[in-house]
C-alpha cells in the first residue's frame, strides 16, 4: 500500500522568509538608511501656589480697575479663592488681581492653586487658556481686574 508523502518541516522555518523574499518594498525603501525623522514632545507644566494673600497685609477699602486680557505667570507669585467666586492673584510687586472664571466654574475648587499649561508667550490670557485645579476642575478666565486702595 502507498501512503502519502508527508514532510515536516520545523514551523520557524516555514515562518521566516527566505533571503530571496525578503526584499519587500518596505526593505527597498528603508534599506540601510538612518532615520531622517526625530520627533520630541515636551510639555511644562506650571504651578501656582496658594497662601501668598494670607502674608500680606490687606488695605480696607479697594476698588477694581480693568486689567487688561493678559497677565505674566511670572509676575504672580500665589493664588486664594475669594467669596465672590473668584481668583485673587497676589503678584510679585505686591499688587493685587482678581481673575473671574467663565460660567460655571467655582473659585472653590482653586483652593490648592492651580495649574496650566505654558504658554508660548508666558501669560495667562482671557478666553484662551486653561487653569485646571487638582480636582480636576478645567476654568477659563474671562476677566482681570487690578484692586486699588482708596482712600478712607
Known amino acids: 500500500m502507498n501512503s502519502p508523502l508527508l514532510l515536516v518541516a520545523p514551523i520557524a522555518a516555514l515562518l521566516m522568509p527566505s533571503a530571496a523574499h525578503r526584499d519587500t518594498a518596505l526593505d527597498q525603501a528603508i534599506g540601510d538608511q538612518p532615520a531622517r525623522q526625530v ?21 480696607r477699602r479697594l476698588t477694581q480697575q480693568p486689567a487688561g486680557d493678559c497677565v505674566p505667570v511670572a509676575a504672580i507669585s500665589g493664588v486664594e479663592p475669594t467669596r465672590d467666586n473668584r481668583l485673587l492673584l497676589v503678584m510679585r510687586d505686591r499688587s493685587l488681581l482678581t481673575a473671574e472664571l467663565s460660567d460655571g466654574c467655582a ?3 482653586y483652593y490648592a492653586g492651580f495649574y496650566m499649561e505654558r504658554s508660548n508667550d508666558g501669560q495667562i490670557c482671557v478666553r484662551r487658556d486653561h ?9 477659563r478666565v474671562t476677566s482681570f481686574h487690578q ?4 482712600a478712607d
Open 131 to 139: 487653569l485646571h485645579a487638582r480636582d480636576g476642575s478645567d476654568c
Open 107 to 109: 473659585a472653590d475648587h
Open 39 to 59: 520627533r520630541i514632545e515636551q510639555r511644562v507644566i506650571i504651578r501656582i501656589a496658594p497662601g501668598a494673600a494670607q502674608q500680606r497685609a490687606m488695605p
Open 147 to 150: 484692586l486699588v486702595s482708596v
